[in-house]
């Protein structure tokens, strides 16, 4: 988890209500992604970013939105929260995609939960 | 990737024993291959990775076999720790080229590990 934070790390919320999450990285890495992770999923990416300003939608994307302004920080916005987006996200960031290796590194995650 | 239900399939081991993880992935074009440990509560933390024009990978303590004909991808843990209880989980590389590289997730296997 060195060098990505994700904060809060818990927040329990009611359904209709905004929540953004944020993720902040200390690596200096082109690329960040945000996964959430359910029982009987594997990760699933929402939204990824391949630079400041440059994001695009990933595999379960419906209901979020994301934004990155600075490197170093990716935020990712539940613009009116529903139970069905309970889950734990995971921000994840990489030096390169689509190279020689692809490793990408995750933060602690954040458990959310929607009432 | 795939989706086995609620339930992590369970590999347990004694201590010291060695430990085999598979794995079977889905698209004959993916070209990168990462397995993945998360411990509870913490985010996936990487092991090792292998490109598909390789058999085998060795790192420290842990081997990764590819077998691109059967779509077949193993992890083996030498001489099996109790901090080696996790979820371990794979991820493959579609290899569809340009920057829509994305890993796609398996569902993991649980790994205990008996004193």
């Known amino acids: 988890d060195a060098g990505i934070t994700q904060s809060p790390r818990h927040k329990v919320t009611e359904t209709g209500t905004p929540v953004t999450l944020r993720c902040h990285q200390t690596?200096?890495?082109?690329?960040m992604y945000w996964y959430r992770q359910d029982p009987g999923h594997g990760l699933r990416l929402i939204h990824y970013s391949y630079g400041v300003k440059d994001t695009d939608k990933g595999e379960v994307s419906d209901g979020y939105s994301v934004s990155r302004s600075k490197t170093e920080d990716f935020l990712l916005t539940l613009e009116s929260a529903t139970s069905s987006q309970t889950s734990v996200y995971f921000c994840?960031?990489?030096?390169?995609?689509?190279?020689?290796?692809?490793?990408?590194?995750f933060g602690p995650g954040t458990r959310l939960t929607v009432l | 990737g795939e989706s086995v239900g609620l339930h992590l399939p369970t590999l347990s081991v004694q201590e010291g024993d060695n430990s085999i993880i598979n794995c079977a992935y889905s698209n004959s074009a993916s070209d990168y291959f990462i397995w993945y440990k998360q411990e509870s509560g913490k985010g996936p933390q990487f092991i090792i990775d292998?490109?598909?024009?390789?058999d085998k990978r060795q790192g420290q303590r842990v081997t990764v076999l590819l077998n691109k004909t059967v779509k077949h991808l193993s992890l083996q843990i030498a001489a099996t720790q109790p901090g080696d209880s996790a979820v371990y989980f794979c991820?493959?590389?579609?290899?569809?080229?340009?920057?829509?590289?994305?890993?796609?997730f398996g569902t993991g296997t649980l790994l205990a590990v008996q004193p």
């Open positions: 690596e200096n890495h082109r690329y």
């Open positions: 292998i490109r598909s024009n390789m």
């Open positions: 994840a960031i990489s030096e390169r995609q689509g190279g020689v290796s692809d490793e990408q590194f």
């Open positions: 991820a493959e590389r579609g290899g569809y080229g340009g920057a829509t590289n994305k890993l796609i």
